[in-house]
């Protein structure tokens, strides 16, 4: 299937839009993507690094290259995946509204779907400008126990599902030593060992 060329009278290609830290990629955000596009018919998933994180509590993410790299090569296999790094050739601070804007504006026929965990569709008021969002994606709300709130305006499509998988984990068995983890996939595995990430500064 062509996802990018549209002919009249077929329907609209669907694209979910998944922006996230991907400090790294697992399998917690891979599970999330396929239960959104199959639960929302979704043509294309593209997975969108941010640039910078303003929410880290534990210091710098890994660099920008890097994150990208891993995540072309977990989605290498998944033919309705893409890693997109729009947001390191945006002005900072990459505001998902603006991110949002550019997509929708250089594919205007498409249906667009931003996915986010629950934890941040709660957030979501503390985001810049979060109607200009609301005006040119639907909402995929993953939730993380308690089902998401509706809010007045927004477009949200509650999707069921979790995954015990954490970043903030992985790095912490990485930086103890582990050279894999259950929750990586293998080839992102062997990336940051060879790469030597998230090792702790005093080795
Ligand atoms: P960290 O532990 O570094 O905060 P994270 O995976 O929670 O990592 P991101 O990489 O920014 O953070 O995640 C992107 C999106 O995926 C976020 O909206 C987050 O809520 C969601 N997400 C991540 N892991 C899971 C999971 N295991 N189950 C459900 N949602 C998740």
């Known amino acids: ?13 669907r694209i979910g839009l998944f922006g996230g830290t991907f400090d ?35 210091g710098k993410p890994a660099a920008f290259a890097h994150r990208m790299k891993m995540l072309e090569l977990a989605l290498a296999n998944l033919p309705w995946a893409v890693a997109d790094d729009i947001e390191s050739h945006m002005d900072e601070p990459s505001y998902s509204w603006r991110t949002a804007d550019v997509l929708h504006r250089s594919m205007p026929e498409a249906s667009l779907f931003w996915i986010m965990g629950g934890d941040q569709w709660t957030a979501l008021h503390r985001w810049a400008e979060p109607e200009r969002l609301a005006a040119c994606v639907e909402f995929i709300v993953v939730a993380r126990g308690v089902p998401p709130e509706p809010r007045a305006g927004f477009a949200m499509h509650p999707l069921d599902c979790t995954h015990p998988a954490s970043a903030t984990e992985i790095r912490r068995a990485i930086a103890e030593g582990a050279q894999d983890h259950p929750w990586l996939d293998p080839v992102v595995a062997a990336y940051i060992v060879s790469h030597a990430l998230y090792r702790r500064e005093d080795g």
């Open 1 to 13: 299937m062509n996802h990018h060329a549209h002919q009249a009278g077929q329907a609209p290609p």
């Open 24 to 58: 790294p990629v697992h399998l917690g955000h891979l599970h999330i993507a396929r239960m959104a596009r199959e639960t929302m018919q979704l043509d294309q998933v593209r997975f969108i690094p941010c640039r910078v994180s303003p929410h880290k509590p534990d």
